[in-house]
Structures are given as C-alpha cells and as structure tokens.
DNA sequence: TTCAGGCGGTCAAACGTTTGCACGACGGAC
DNA sequence: GTCCGTCGTGCAAACGTTTGACCGCCTGAA
C-alpha cells in the first residue's frame, strides 16, 4: 500500500499540480510558504515516497554507485580474504551516510571484468563504478563507458586515474626497516607470484630500506609464493629456511601467509620469534589471534573503501576537475613476532 | 556514447517502429523472423542496451534485491566476521547466474532496521529483500512493505515466514555428541550473551545430546560470554577452569571465541586437546590456522547465501505460494582440538 | 464473393517524475 | 492609467520502455 502512493495523488488532495507537488517536495523557493506545507502533510499523511525509478529516468541520475571486485568474481573468490570485507565496510558506510547505494558487481564466473562494469554502466543502475584493482587496466573501459571511476590500488596510468591507494613502497620501507632496525641485515621478503603492482612497491621499498642499512639483499630470498589449490606452495621457502646459511627475518605480504610460515618454521625447529622475525601485512584476525601475535602493517582497508567512496561521489556531483588520488596512511602494529636476532 | 542509443534509434534505422523494436529485442512470437534479425542487427550495429529504469518504471520490477546486514549497520560491525562475506558471497553466486543484482543496505549508524527496509522498498528499487535475521522480527515490517523477503537465520515466526537456515539444535546434538562419543562427560557450552535464537537452539540440542549419553549438564557451565570492547570477557570462565573440578571438554559457538579460550587456557597451564578438548563452531581461518587447528561444524555460509537467493528470485517469480523454508546442512570438520579425556 | 481468422505490425497510452515555459495577479514606478 | 517585474503556480513535454488495442493483409472456407 505503502508504495502505491504517487505525486498526483498528493496533487489532487493538496489541490495543487504536480508539478508544484514535486517542486515543494524539493523545498525549490518558487513555492510558497503555505503551499510547501500543506503538500509537505498530505505527503506525509499518505507515507509518499517518490519513486527512484522515474525519478533517475528523467535526470540520468541513480543515487547507485557499482562496486567491482577483482576478478569480476565479484563476491567471489575473493571475498574470502578479510581485506574486502573491510573495503566494502568503508564504501558502505560513506555511502551511507551520503544517501547513494551500493550495487554490487556480482560477476558470474563466465563474466568478465569488463563486461561486469559494462553491465553496471549500460543497465542504466549506477551513477559511478568504484574498482579493485586488477592486472588488466580498467580506466580504458570506464573512459570508454562514460562514467565516473575511481579505483582501490594503483591504477596503471596513475596521470589519468582517480584512486585511493596506501603508499606501497614506503610502507615495504618501513616494514623492512622495523627489522634493520633491531638487527635483523638478513631479510627475506616473502610475497605471491602473479605480478601485483601492490607487490613490486612494497619490494621497492624493501630494496631502498636495505640499502638505507647497507644490507646486502639476496635476490633468492625473494621470494613468491604459489598459492596451489588455496595453499601456498612452500617447497621452495622450506629449502631455504633449512640450510644453516639462512634469514634471520621475513617481511611477509600477507598474514595468512606468515601463519603458515611459521608453520612451516615450526615443523623445522625454528620458533618465532626467537629464530626468525616476522613482519607481516594486513592486520588481520588470523594474525591478532596466531601464537605468537603477529607484527602486521595495517593498510586500513576500512579508509580506502571510504575515500574511494567520497571521491567517487564528489566525482559524480561534478567537484573534481583533474585526475586525483588520495594516499591513505598504514600503520604498522607490533606485536610478538619481532625480536631481535640471536647473535652471530 | 554506448549509453545514448534508445529503441527509437533503432526502430528509425531499422525501418520499424519503437514497439517492434521492444518485441523483436524480447522475442515475442508475433514478430518474423525477418524483421527481428534486422532489428538485432542494428541493436547490435548500436551496441544497444536498453535503459533499465525506463523498463523498471513500466514493469514495475528492478532485477536487484536488497540485502540487509544485521543491526542495519550494514556492511558495518558485522562484516568483521567472516560468515557475513561468505553469506554475501553465495548471494552473489546465485544473484549473478540469474541476472540479478545486489543492493547493498547501507544503513548508517542512524538508520534503523527498518528504515533501511523502508529505504530499499519504498525507493522502488529492490524487487526483494533479503534479511540476516537479528533481534528484531523483519517478517512484520516486510509485509507492511509488501516485497518478497526472505531471512537468512531462524525467524521469530517460522509458520509465516520464508527462510533458509541450519538445523541449529541438530547442529547442537551433533556437536556434542561428536566429544560424548569420545568419552567426555564434562562438558561446558560455551557462548554469547544477547538471545540468539540460534544459540538457544544449539544449546537446547546440546541438552539433548547430554542427555542421550546421560551426562549431567551443569548449569554454570552454560556460559555466555559478554563481549567488551569487542574482546571477550573472561572472567567467569577462568574461575571455572582453575579449578580441580572442571570440564574435559567444551562446544563454542564461534571460532574466534574459541582461540581466545586456547589463549586462556594456556595461561592457565591447560593444553588443548590434552586437558580440554574443544569443538568449535564457523570453521574460519582462525581457527585452521591455529595451534591446534580447531575442530568447527561449517555451516557453509555460502550455500546459505546461495539457498536464499535462489528462494527470494523464485518468490519474485510468483513461484512460490506458501512460506517455505530450506535447511542447509552443516558439517563437523575434524581437526585438532579434540582428544579423549584424561583418564580419571 | 464474402467473411472469419491468423499473422505481422503500428499506435498511443502508460509508468512517475522533473522542468522549461507560459500565465495571471499583484505591486510599484513612471 | 499604462508598463514592467516578481511571485506563485499550472501545462505539457520529456525521460525510454512496455503493452493492450487496433488495423490491414492474406489465406482458405463457405
């Protein structure tokens, strides 16, 4: 019953038209004091609620913003990694608070990236696509669709993008530099294979922050993980760590990555952090709640998804002229995987 | 450019008019052969996609359901634990398959339940609302709203409602049941303060189990656990395990809850599953990564999310006439938390 | 030859808003 | 007493589809 109220029902019962309906609904200043109120109770007293749909048809405008995740798996895949969630935590509640909704990019298997936006942006349903960054570049296709984007992660083409992103290399800086600071000059980093941008800042940061202390960094204790049937692939960590010759410390990419690390470490004889130092990323509950409590650089996902958010919909509103990007602060959390090295 | 063309573009070039065009487009019967390969053609030729709020406006039907996360924080609070993604997760699957697309509820901290409810429906989006079940009874405000709705959880008044859920008091039995059956006697179920009718559920099945097997269940040993600060208070149960008289084993309704129990128990010199053995319920990473990776019944949130959409688009069909409800199954996964008890 | 009926298509109304424009009334300046 | 500007409101066209009603044509039966 609800919804079945219209603007010319409230125009006939306020003895108005409906355009004056819409107007004083609107509070637009051509309509009189009285009027406006007399519409504003019939309004209310039949519970109005203007219908979106007609209302976005004539100004081409949905209060909708798609949200695409990588893979165009959409909820898929990689929903089960906390980092999302918490993105999607932040866009909501900025969205929220903005009155836009969240349409979300429920990629079937056999729907690509691009066809996912495309699908968004052609139905008409979203004002404006928020990204997660994957390997392909998908500012060429948002250019090619016409409507406001704004990536999480770094972009290809930063000049031409608006993004939200952490600062990947100093935050692989600061994470190797904790260790060089207490000690450690024999760092592994530890990250997936795949070619992650995210991934080769951090390892630029790594580089400089070695260099900084003058530790030398082996290029076979760089090392990527293959994740085989969800599972790292730790044969090759397994060789290194058992040679007497080995790191007294790891930056890792990923906390559940360190957590079987030390798994590993430990059917090895090696503890934490007494043998090997761990810094670790992400923060997450698996690494808060693992024996010893991990060290983690908190990217703050939560921040992302919400200036995403905000410069997305300030995109739409039409206040931001040039390609922009906001860089949001990590904050490393220590805790019990750093020690310093034994002696030697 | 690709979102300009409209039928009538189309109907001009292809020499027919706007309503041959909509009928060719949809393969209505009553247009030939002929003409409806000319007009895909030039669809095609277009790259035309018709505008779905002009569609919507006439069908009256958005092909996007509402999703609303508990407490209508939304993508809030509750996103912090990894059954929500899943669930959203499985929604998606599905929700993608059939073409649909989700809504996020957004709600910001001021928005109600029901207000986000209200929000969704009365906007004209949503065609459906999907609901994790809270507190509150959504069944009666989705009836005032007048849109199929189906609830992810146990609803207050299942005869009238449609939902999807576990069989919680079985999920109760057999958890128990899985530690009886190995000889433990004393067992203390651990939960969450706050009345979720889920865990009435598994407590009533883990009586059931106790009884079966003719174990006392002690009444102080039901423990819920109030949550300060998002970390569990812990005080009652360390009484209860310094003591010489306490339980062999213990059913914890989530796996976070039961690392922060190992947490406990291990400052208090106890070993798991040598002293205490722990079934566990969610089966999350947390608890598979950890030392000892726990034993947790998986009530495979996905298939949930899955199971629910399915319902809700089939309800938006019209094919559905009676409240029906689906029960997922769950699993016990076994891992590493649970041993016989020490001989005594 | 006429008429019923199927076939293939067009017409126009509808969905519920927004918005440019016209319009009448009124008040003041000349 | 005319002229002009505001002010408050109504008219109607648009937004891009869908869909019921109608229509002309052709075929075949009476």
């Known amino acids: 019953m609800a919804s079945k109220a219209t603007i010319k029902d409230i125009a006939r019962l306020a003895e108005v038209s409906p355009s004056t309906v819409s107007r004083a609904l609107r509070d637009n200043p051509r309509i009189s004091e009285e009027v406006r109120a007399r519409v504003r109770d019939v309004a209310k007293s039949l519970d109005f609620h203007p219908?979106?749909?007609?209302?976005?048809l004539v100004?081409?405008?949905?209060?909708?913003?798609?949200?695409?995740?990588?893979?165009?798996?959409?909820?898929?895949?990689?929903?089960?990694?906390?980092?999302?969630?918490?993105?999607?935590?932040?866009?909501?509640?900025?969205?929220?608070?903005?009155?836009?909704?969240?349409?979300?990019?429920?990629?079937?298997e056999n729907l690509s990236e691009e066809a996912a936006?495309?699908?968004?942006?052609?139905?008409?349903?979203?004002?404006?696509?928020?990204?997660?960054?994957?390997?392909?570049n998908p500012e060429e296709d948002a250019a090619a669709i016409g409507l406001p984007m704004v990536e999480i992660g770094h972009p290809l083409d930063p000049k031409n993008s608006y993004y939200v992103d952490n600062d990947n290399v100093l935050a692989g800086d600061e994470a190797t530099r904790y260790l060089l600071?207490?000690?450690?000059?024999?760092?592994?980093?530890?990250?997936?294979?795949?070619?992650?941008?995210?991934?080769?800042?951090?390892?630029?940061?790594?580089?400089?922050?070695?260099?900084?202390?003058?530790?030398?960094?082996?290029?076979d204790w760089i090392v990527p993980v293959r994740m085989i049937e969800n599972m790292p692939d730790f044969t090759l960590l397994?060789?290194?760590?058992?040679?007497?010759?080995?790191?007294?410390?790891?930056?890792?990419?990923?906390?559940?990555?360190?957590?079987?690390?030390?798994?590993?470490?430990?059917?090895?004889?090696?503890?934490?952090?007494?043998?090997?130092?761990?810094?670790?990323?992400?923060?997450?509950?698996?690494?808060q709640y693992h024996a010893p409590a991990l060290t983690s650089v908190d990217v703050h996902p939560r921040e992302l998804g919400m200036h995403a958010m905000t410069l997305l919909i300030n995109m739409i509103k039409g206040n931001?002229?040039?390609?922009?990007?906001?860089?949001?602060?990590?904050?490393?959390?220590?805790?019990?995987?750093?020690?310093?090295?034994?002696?030697?």
């Open 59 to 108: 100004k081409r405008e949905t209060r909708i913003v798609g949200v695409l995740f990588a893979e165009s798996a959409g909820a898929s895949a990689s929903m089960g990694h906390p980092f999302y969630p918490a993105v999607l935590q932040g866009l909501g509640k900025v969205a929220g608070e903005r009155r836009y909704h969240i349409l979300l990019s429920t990629g079937s």
């Open 238 to 287: 397994g060789e290194i760590f058992r040679k007497e010759d080995r790191p007294t410390a790891v930056v890792s990419m990923d906390d559940p990555l360190s957590v079987g690390l030390c798994g590993l470490l430990q059917t090895l004889g090696l503890a934490v952090p007494a043998d090997v130092s761990i810094v670790s990323f992400n923060n997450t509950q698996v690494g």
């Open 320 to 344: 931001v002229e040039k390609p922009t990007h906001v860089d949001v602060p990590f904050t490393l959390v220590e805790r019990d995987s750093v020690a310093p090295p034994r002696e030697g």
């Open 117 to 136: 936006m495309r699908d968004m942006a052609d139905s008409g349903f979203a004002s404006g696509l928020i990204c997660l960054t994957t390997l392909t």
């Open 181 to 219: 600071q207490r000690g450690h000059r024999r760092v592994l980093f530890l990250g997936f294979d795949g070619r992650y941008i995210m991934m080769a800042h951090r390892l630029k940061g790594f580089r400089r922050a070695m260099a900084d202390y003058g530790a030398a960094v082996r290029e």
């Open 51 to 56: 219908n979106q749909m007609a209302r976005s």
